[in-house]
């Protein structure tokens, strides 16, 4: 009996004593109410009634969303901003004993810097420098946290508020702007349209134009073609024709004909060769002899 009751209270003495600190976290110990030392992850052993956990710190990356502040810019306007503050603690001592609320210091020091800030701004560099100003509150707040063992990694202003009559004014303005720029890309669309209209009709134009010259080319390249064709198809004509008068004078000059038969051959020739044609005929002037005897040999005979 005595030794299940000994078991026990060994059983619970290891479990008061024994203490497992969870990945991502640090807890700060005192001892006799005096800063002890820091237990990081993992299995650790607490004296009873002497050590004791002063806070639990958790070391991940974590999010402060502050609620919205009154600001106001340098040409008196009040605006509501709320702002996110993205920290980090690194000195698990520093953060429990350096400040009495961490967190709720850091909000007042957010809302002071943002003050001071928004202070030196008038309203439309304020809407439109919102890197500045988180880069700026990034650097103050960042080093003002460093003796509370705080590491400021990023600031953020989530939401700017101007005042109703700013609002709608400036919704005006955006509205206004938008209807500008929608006329101004309806009016560089027709206009696009229009020239891409006429340069359609000029190429229309060039194209037409250029099948036209194209068509003349050929139908005067035919025509040519035709004439040369129909010179050639004479030339041949008369080259046989005069093949054929000469092969029959030779043949006259063969059977002994005399100069006249053959000379009489050669004009009846050439009336052949120019009956029906516009031919010009360059007659010798033997052959005009022989006409003239022929005339006047008719006339003789008429008398």
Do not use: C
Request: charged residues 25%; proline residues 4%.
């Amino acid at each position: 009996m005595l030794f299940i009751t000994l078991l026990v209270i060994l059983i619970i003495l290891m479990t008061l004593m024994i203490r497992v600190v969870p990945q991502g976290s640090s807890y700060v110990v005192q001892r006799l109410g005096r800063y002890y030392t820091t237990w990081d992850s993992g299995p650790h052993i607490k004296v009873p009634l002497i050590d004791q956990v002063a806070r639990k710190v958790l070391l991940k990356e974590q999010v402060a969303d502050f609620a919205p502040q009154p600001v106001i810019t340098k040409d008196n306007v009040t605006m509501q901003i709320d702002s996110v503050v993205y920290f980090k603690i690194t000195n698990p001592q520093l953060y429990a004993y350096g400040v009495e609320n961490p967190i709720m210091a850091m909000e007042n020091l957010t809302a002071t810097t943002l003050r001071n800030i928004i202070g030196d701004m008038e309203l439309d560099a304020t809407l439109t420098s919102r890197e500045a100003i988180n880069s700026q509150m990034l650097q103050i707040i960042d080093l003002a946290t460093d003796p509370w063992g705080i590491k400021v990694t990023r600031v953020e202003l989530k939401n700017i508020q101007p005042p109703t009559a700013i609002r709608e004014a400036m919704e005006k303005q955006m509205k206004a702007e938008r209807e500008k720029r929608a006329a101004i890309l309806t009016a560089e669309g027709e206009k696009q349209s229009m020239i891409l209209e006429a340069e359609g009709h000029n190429q229309s134009a060039l194209l037409n134009a250029e099948a036209e010259k194209q068509a003349m080319i050929l139908r005067a390249e035919a025509e040519k073609e035709k004439e040369i064709k129909e010179a050639e198809g004479r030339a041949e004509a008369i080259r046989k024709v005069q093949e054929a008068t000469a092969e029959s004078i030779k043949k006259i000059r063969e059977a002994g004909a005399d100069e006249a038969v053959i000379k009489l051959k050669s004009l009846d020739t050439l009336a052949k060769m120019s009956d029906g044609q516009a031919t010009k005929i360059i007659i010798p002037s033997d052959i005009q002899n022989l006409v003239g005897l022929i005339e006047g040999v008719k006339e003789g005979t008429q008398s």
